[in-house]
């Protein structure tokens, strides 16, 4: 026997359900027909090796197995939009989603699990699943929900239809969605559901008429868009309109045995029902995510994260990485109290941790006795439990934010002021070799960018404010160790303390390092090691002297081996070589025959800086202070005469230290290795 019983128009489903069961029952009465091979079909479709409902080009769309939610069902059909309202209960009945304008995105809020369906495309939906759908775009899209419940459960949102109900099969069953398109005047014969257990037939476009298959005589029963139907038995679908029409029929099919247990010796069977396993399943949210729909908004899986699952107080721990699709799974795992721990830097995201069984029931957990994110949770004999991390990362970009740079530094001694140590020796800066991290704590790194020999932390965009650590694991250069890091709060068991914040956004550290060698010279503020053989005159040993850092306490690239403050003077044989003469202020070797009289040589020669003892280009080599006297033999060639100061024409009565003096001979030294 066919049996229709047909729905509402879509603009009248919003009636009380009082009216829709009045009307039904009068559809019910004109549309029953008399159908001889209704019993014969009907009982070959739920056995076990039943062909499938689909013929022709019809096609199963969506499919599962599932047992009946109570002893008396029905079947309902909804139509909703997505995405929907914040306060709308999500889909937990048994049955099928249909994406039949556009195409919907479902998102499983238990198991985080997705399915995308084009428009056409359906899915199964196990009883208790908690799922949401998804518009892709801005506009609202219009789907289908096709519903199995209990019969005294038939309200629903957007109620398109609700059929009569009936006694639920025994057993878990085969449940099959078919769909279909036709053009126009085409018929599709199918065999939908029994007398006993109906299909809910649904047409989603154009206009259709529905007839037993054994009485092409019989009076067509027409239905339009948004109109249902509980069919039973063999029938022929005819399309009618020049649009041709598209319809499903859900069916309930045939029961599917329990699979029997694999053969296996009784320790093995129970060693495998006592192992459980924990899956961990991790995923990225936007930049500073407030809203509470993870499952949606935070799709992003995250590869390369490394979680440990460890049972407390023992020595049990167990590390694994995700893959590309952000998961990981710890297998053979006893009956115990895990702690499950991971993820990324603490003080840079906040984690959102939701834990679930295979089942889909939610699993309860406390929070790990540590500053490390993560979850305590007790796994049963053959638990399969899944844990869902999401990541929320923090907005680095914001104004509370600053730098912190790193270099190295060399300094001959740990009294050394920082500002006369170098950057590395005298051919290329020292090159950070590393490990040298960056950190809020264990695990945490923060990411670096590397100029050449210096590291630098926020270049794009900035690190928060905050207490940050260094660790340095870095050999030190030879003939040198590690003093301190200079511009850090003093070290700690993770590392050096860094702090940056608004008076202090910008922060540079060094590395300082000092040479080790006791016996080792004074190379003074540059780091390089003289001699006074480098030098072609006194002056500019000096010169050098004071500017390395030398004085009559420091004695600089070993220039002073006297100690009274004055470089490569005779005596100072410190550093093995015969020091090149004191040229003077003006650099340039004069002698004694450059002048053409006595008191010439001597205002040039206290010009230059000549006094007693200072002997300015070996021209007073008695050291009294005059210059190019008899007995001045230090530099005598020829010497100009002597005129005497009593003569009013004489150069020494008119000549002061401002008289023009003789071109110099130019030596052609100057200061070098």
């Not at 005589?217 to 249902?228: E, K």
């Not at 005469?641 to 130019?666: E, I």
């Amino acid at each position: 026997m066919l049996r229709l019983f047909a729905c509402l128009p879509r603009s009248r489903a919003r009636h009380t359900r009082l009216l829709e069961a009045t009307l039904a029952a009068l559809v019910v009465a004109l549309l029953a027909l008399g159908m001889a091979m209704g019993a014969t079909a009907a009982t070959r479709q739920l056995d076990n090796d039943a062909p499938s409902p689909a013929t022709g080009h019809a096609q199963v769309v969506a499919h599962g197995v599932a047992e009946l939610p109570a002893d008396e069902v029905a079947w309902r059909v909804n139509r909703a939009a997505a995405p929907r309202p914040a306060d709308a209960p999500a889909q937990d009945a048994l049955g099928f989603v249909l994406a039949d304008e556009d195409a919907l995105l479902l998102n499983n809020l238990d198991s985080g699990a997705q399915a995308r369906l084009a428009a056409g495309e359906a899915a199964f939906v196990p009883a208790g699943t908690r799922q949401e759908q998804i518009a892709f775009g801005d506009g609202p899209v219009d789907y289908v929900r096709i519903d199995l419940v209990p019969a005294d459960d038939a309200n629903g949102d957007e109620l398109a239809y609700t059929g009569e109900t009936f006694a639920a099969p025994d057993g878990d069953r085969d449940l099959d969605l078919v769909r279909d398109v036709l053009t126009e005047d085409e018929e599709a014969e199918l065999s939908l559901g029994s007398d006993d257990v109906p299909a809910l037939f649904f047409v989603t476009d154009g206009a259709v008429e529905v007839f037993p298959a054994d009485d092409t005589n019989a009076a067509p029963n027409p239905l339009d868009a948004g109109q249902a139907a509980a069919v039973a038995g063999q029938v022929v679908i005819r399309a009618v309109g020049a649009g041709g029409a598209t319809f499903i029929a859900a069916v309930i099919g045939p029961e599917v045995p329990a699979i029997p247990s694999a053969s296996a010796s009784p320790a093995t069977a129970t060693a495998t029902a006592e192992s459980a396993s924990l899956t961990v399943q991790a995923f990225g949210c936007p930049v500073a995510y407030a809203g509470e729909d993870f499952g949606s908004d935070c799709a992003d899986p995250l590869a390369d994260v490394v979680f440990r699952v460890v049972i407390p107080a023992t020595e049990f721990s167990v590390e694994g990485t995700t893959d590309a699709d952000g998961e990981v799974v710890f297998g053979d795992l006893d009956e115990n109290t895990y702690a499950l721990t991971g993820g990324v830097p603490a003080e840079f995201a906040i984690q959102n941790l939701f834990c679930v069984s295979e089942s889909g029931g939610q699993i309860p957990f406390t929070a790990p006795v540590s500053e490390i994110p993560g979850a305590v949770l007790e796994l049963g004999a053959g638990d399969d439990v899944t844990c869902l991390w999401y990541v929320i990362p923090e907005d680095l970009q914001g104004d509370e934010s600053g730098t912190i740079a790193l270099a190295v530094k060399l300094c001959p001694t740990a009294n050394t002021p920082l500002d006369n140590c170098d950057f590395g020796d005298v051919t290329a800066p020292l090159t950070l070799t590393g490990p040298v991290t960056l950190s809020t704590g264990p695990g945490s790194d923060v990411p670096v960018n590397i100029h050449g020999p210096n590291y630098v932390w926020g270049e794009e965009g900035g690190v928060p404010f905050g207490t940050y650590y260094l660790a340095v694991d870095m050999p030190a250069p030879a003939g040198y160790a590690l003093d301190r890091v200079a511009g850090s709060l003093g070290g700690s068991d993770i590392g050096y303390a860094i702090a940056i914040d608004a008076d202090t956004p910008n922060v540079t550290v060094y590395l300082v390092y000092v040479q080790t060698d006791a016996n080792a010279p004074d190379l003074g503020n540059d780091g390089v090691d003289y001699d006074c053989a480098d030098f072609a005159e006194l002056n500019a040993a000096q010169a050098y002297f004071v500017t390395d850092g030398g004085s009559a306490a420091r004695n600089v690239d070993n220039l002073d081996a006297n100690r009274n403050g004055l470089a490569c003077e005779p005596g100072d044989d410190g550093d093995n070589a015969e020091p090149g003469p004191d040229l003077g202020n003006d650099g340039v070797d004069m002698n004694c025959a450059d002048f053409a009289e006595l008191n010439a040589a001597q205002a040039y020669f206290v010009t230059d800086g000549g006094s007693p003892a200072r002997n300015v280009d070996n021209l007073d080599a008695d050291r009294d202070g005059a210059a190019c006297e008899p007995g001045d033999d230090g530099d005598v060639t020829e010497r100009g005469a002597t005129r005497r100061a009593s003569n009013p024409n004489s150069l020494a009565t008119r000549c002061t230290s401002a008289c023009v003096r003789p071109t110099p001979r130019s030596t052609g030294w100057g200061v070098g290795r």
